[in-house]
């Protein structure tokens, strides 16, 4: 029985056995590769995605946990080729480095930002302690999403 | 209660609708089915060298399962509750000052919106839960449901059952007692914050108007292999007034309670080690709280 769900607004459906993590049916069957299986742990945050608005490690969500839900991965954050205002900061302060990361790191913020519009550096940090950058690029990161707290476009 | 299974051809995970359906189809599935609520334990399962089970009945769907109820004697919070869920609905709640800084620390953002209070009870191999002394300290009690009813135990009795529960028991519900009781909980992570801690001290007291504390519960985390509580320090401490710094020199000479479990982010000496100075920022928590 197909397992149907909402992938940046499109209704998707899956074949694949319902304990499949999510993160490999959104990579091998719909090519959105965005997200990245890297600790497969939920200690990575490379992963990550928006299931009903809320930032998820799709490593450890099975399929058939998310059937009827609404799905949105880094591919979705823009609105008709306009970047939204988390990415379009990042790319201000030329934030990207090797890429691995960053796409969690992004849908992460996107939802930290729409919960906690002006919050302090501290509070920014505390929301990316489950995202882990291996170029250690945090500062600029941070500094960026500071930035964006303080009214930055 | 019990009925035919309604699980669909040889699937892994049936995603019950009703608790009579989970407890009907774990019943059903014996020894080789096990319940899925976050999925953040079992889910890692292959990473630990773990054959995953047969079969999954999942109970996030639940409705029952995903609610916090508050009463005026006590508040019960459903099995499939998540960390995050469990923050929202108890911060700014004195007496759940410990229980919500448990959740609020545990692992990290992403994980907390996944995990639950139930499945975190369940996972017997973790021994770094910061949920279960926060309960401890709040004399909180389980259900559970399985084919032959429902039954309430303490979080203790919890721990000794939970790897030999009959197939078909679900865990329902947590219900904690409304007092007047502080609560702090104090947890030493090898980072700032996304580790597992190293060590775990939950406190929970009654004070006088004079500073005396009374009804002392305190549950200890990943130093042993499963949380516990503290008698030797809860016996030390009641009935005097709480001063963090003799709280300290109390834990320091009550240490040999425990055998420190070796693991990979410390060695037992020093889990036993940090423990003094936990009691000590606990204190400190609750009576600032």
Redesign the interface.
């Known amino acids: 029985?197909p397992l149907a769900f909402d992938i940046n607004g499109e209704e998707r459906a899956t074949q694949r056995?319902?304990?499949t993590?999510l993160i490999d049916v959104l990579r091998e069957e719909f090519f959105l590769t965005g997200a990245k299986p890297v600790c497969?742990?939920?200690?990575c945050?490379a992963c990550?995605v928006l299931i009903d608005g809320?930032?998820?490690?799709s490593?450890?969500?099975?399929v058939?946990?998310v059937?009827g839900c609404q799905v949105r991965t880094v591919e979705g954050l823009a609105t008709a080729g306009e970047p939204s205002r988390v990415q379009k900061i990042m790319e201000e302060h030329d934030v990207v480095q090797c890429g691995m990361c960053f796409p969690g790191m992004l849908i992460?913020l996107t939802a930290?930002f729409r919960d906690n519009p002006n919050p302090g550096r501290d509070e920014i940090k505390?929301?990316l302690?489950?995202n882990i950058c291996r170029c250690t690029g945090y500062e600029r990161l941070v500094d960026a999403a500071v930035a964006l707290a303080r009214g930055g476009e | 209660m019990a009925g035919r299974s309604p699980v669909?051809?040889r699937?892994?995970?049936f995603?019950a609708s009703s608790l009579d359906e989970a407890v009907s189809a774990l019943a059903d599935g014996g020894g080789g089915a096990a319940a899925?609520a976050g999925?953040?334990w079992i889910?890692?399962a292959p990473?630990r060298g773990e054959a995953?089970a047969a079969f999954?009945v999942?109970l996030?769907r639940i409705r029952e399962l995903t609610t916090i109820e508050t009463g005026p004697d006590e508040i019960s919070i459903g099995a499939c509750v998540t960390h995050?869920r469990l923050v929202a609905a108890l911060t700014g709640q004195r007496q759940f000052a410990g229980l919500v800084g448990a959740a609020r620390g545990a692992?990290?953002?992403?994980?907390r919106?996944?995990a639950t209070v139930g499945g975190n009870l369940c996972a017997a191999q973790f021994p770094a839960s910061d949920l279960i002394p926060a309960l401890m300290g709040l004399d909180a009690k389980i259900e559970l449901a399985n084919p032959a009813g429902a039954e309430r135990v303490s979080v203790e009795r919890f721990l000794e059952m939970r790897r030999t529960l009959v197939p078909g028991t679900v865990l329902t519900r947590i219900f904690i007692p409304r007092s007047g009781a502080r609560s702090a909980h104090a947890r030493l992570p090898m980072?700032?914050?996304?580790d597992y801690p190293v060590a775990i001290v939950s406190m929970a007291a009654d004070l006088d108007a004079d500073g005396s504390a009374h009804d002392i519960r305190i549950g200890v985390g990943s130093v042993e292999a499963a949380a516990r509580r503290w008698p030797e320090l809860e016996a030390g401490l009641t009935g005097r007034r709480l001063i963090p710094s003799e709280a300290q020199k109390l834990a320091e000479g009550s240490l040999a309670a425990f055998n420190g479990r070796d693991g990979i982010e410390a060695p037992g000496w020093y889990r036993l080690q940090v423990l003094p100075v936990l009691v000590r920022r606990a204190a400190e928590a609750l009576l600032s709280s």
């Open positions: 029985m056995d319902p304990m993590p497969r742990e939920g200690f945050g990550t809320r930032p998820m490690v490593c450890l969500v099975p058939g946990t059937e992460t930290f505390a929301a302690v489950g | 669909r051809g699937q892994s995970l995603m899925f999925g953040t889910m890692r990473i995953p999954h999942g996030g995050a692992a990290n953002p992403a994980v919106e996944l980072r700032k914050a996304g």
